[in-house]
């Protein structure tokens, strides 16, 4: 197996695999104003604050714009699609922060794909779930900020400001009491000043309890922050699963190709080499039969032994080529050019595959767009009395496309299977393309001419 197909399946089965952060860190209540989280987790309070705004007016605006341009729907999916898959960006930043300052265990969602065409683009954009997961967070946690920022200052100010009231509380402006006397303190009641030394105590320490509680109220609001972004900006569970089922399926497919080229091999080297030999054998006996006079009905035996063990040698050497050509060895450009060659009709082979450094497309691809090629051609042949095909095999954004046309009758489609099983083989080259999410496309209108595009991942998930 070539290095790129693992790098290309670890990558989705990486989504399963939670970034390494920091623990959380155990606080006690007796422990919390000399945490280092709590004050940690304040600054993330006030510095989201700000940054809450950022997103609320980014969600504002973009809204603002669609509506303004409903009148070219367009323009408007444009706008809203980039909406959303800027708002994946601003989570991404989220995430980070949250994982820095909240220590937040929050994996990366599956990364956003783009499709085909002016529709395909724009719709792939709107409905990019993990988009309007962020969308949603930008504007709850604007909302949460509002709430948290204040409390978390209250909670945390007014026990600092009872434990130094002894310092400033002699500046503050004289107010008089019930008593008929002045009084400059912390009014905590209609008669009731924390002006003596012994209120300064008391206030004080009632301060301390209070910071314990306050600093206990600001890890349980920065919580409620970690709560959210673990919520809305990690991977959902349903597209946890999807990616596993995508590496199992990526994976089977490897080792079913895999599995096929042994096979291969084994028919080459072991089965296909003892044919040979007893075919070998089989002719040096035939001669000498003859050249002994031995009777005719033993020639014949001999004869028609050695006859049936060549054509079993060609069929299995057609098998084998079946299961895997060994053209293929030499890469895809190599064995399409070699099937154009062999063909009965003039094809033209157009590969513009980019060569070494870049990596190989997955040997199960390259089997792929081969098998969709030779059925391809031998439908041309067969069914199509065609004159002549083209074949255009390309390498683009992560992709590859193959597109296939003849200058036959047409009229080829895609079969549903009947209630006997029965249906083209172009249904099996469709459901074969889908196994590794790549596109099938068939146009063949009657009269021809008949273009079959095939667009496969470079590599499986």
Not at 420 to 429: C, M, P, T, W, Y
Request: glycine share 10%.
């Amino acid at each position: 197996m070539r290095e790129p197909q693992a790098a290309a399946g670890d990558a989705q089965a990486g989504l399963r695999r939670r970034r390494a952060v920091r623990p959380l860190e155990d606080v006690g209540f007796w422990r919390g104003p000399f945490s280092a989280r709590t004050w940690r987790e304040l600054g993330f309070l006030l510095v989201v604050m700000p940054w809450s705004v950022v997103g609320a007016v980014y969600v504002v605006v973009m809204i603002a714009l669609t509506a303004g341009l409903l009148v070219t729907v367009v323009g408007a999916g444009f706008v809203l699609g980039g909406m959303v898959l800027g708002a994946r960006g601003l989570g991404a930043l989220d995430r980070g922060l949250a994982r820095g300052m909240l220590r937040a265990d929050i994996a990366s969602p599956p990364a956003f794909r783009p499709r085909r065409g002016l529709w395909g683009s724009i719709w792939a954009m709107v409905s990019d779930g993990a988009g309007w997961r962020a969308v949603a967070f930008l504007v709850l946690q604007f909302l949460l900020s509002l709430a948290t920022l204040p409390l978390a200052l209250t909670f945390l100010v007014t026990p600092l400001g009872a434990i130094t009231h002894w310092i400033w509380g002699p500046y503050l402006p004289a107010s008089p009491g019930t008593d008929g006397e002045m009084h400059r303190g912390a009014q905590l009641g209609p008669s009731f000043f924390v002006d003596t030394p012994s209120r300064y105590v008391a206030f004080a320490l009632l301060g301390v309890l209070l910071l314990f509680v306050g600093s206990a109220v600001v890890r349980g609001l920065a919580h409620l922050h970690r709560i959210l972004a673990e919520a809305l900006l990690g991977p959902t569970a349903a597209s946890l699963r999807v990616a596993s089922l995508e590496h199992s399926r990526g994976r089977a497919v490897e080792d079913a190709d895999l599995t096929l080229r042994r096979i291969e091999r084994n028919l080459h080297d072991g089965t296909q080499a003892r044919l040979v030999a007893i075919a070998m054998q089989l002719g040096e006996a035939k001669e000498q039969a003859v050249s002994s006079g031995t009777p005719e009905e033993l020639t014949d035996l001999i004869s028609a032994a050695h006859t049936a063990t060549k054509e079993t040698l060609v069929e299995l050497r057609e098998l084998a080529r079946g299961i895997h050509p060994p053209a293929l060895d030499n890469g895809l450009a190599v064995a399409l050019e070699t099937l154009g060659a062999r063909s009965p009709l003039p094809v033209t082979v157009d590969v513009d595959l980019p060569g070494p450094p870049a990596p190989r497309p997955a040997e199960a691809i390259e089997t792929i767009a081969y098998f969709c090629v030779t059925e391809l051609l031998t439908n041309a042949i067969k069914h199509a009395r065609a004159t002549a095909v083209h074949v255009r095999v390309t390498a683009r954004d992560r992709t590859l496309h193959l597109v296939i046309s003849d200058d036959g009758v047409g009229g080829a489609a895609i079969l549903v299977p009947d209630v006997a099983g029965h249906h083209s083989g172009l249904v099996g080259l469709a459901e074969r393309v889908r196994s590794v999410d790549g596109d099938f496309a068939l146009s063949s209108p009657p009269g021809g001419p008949t273009v079959v595009t095939v667009v496969l991942p470079l590599h499986i998930s």
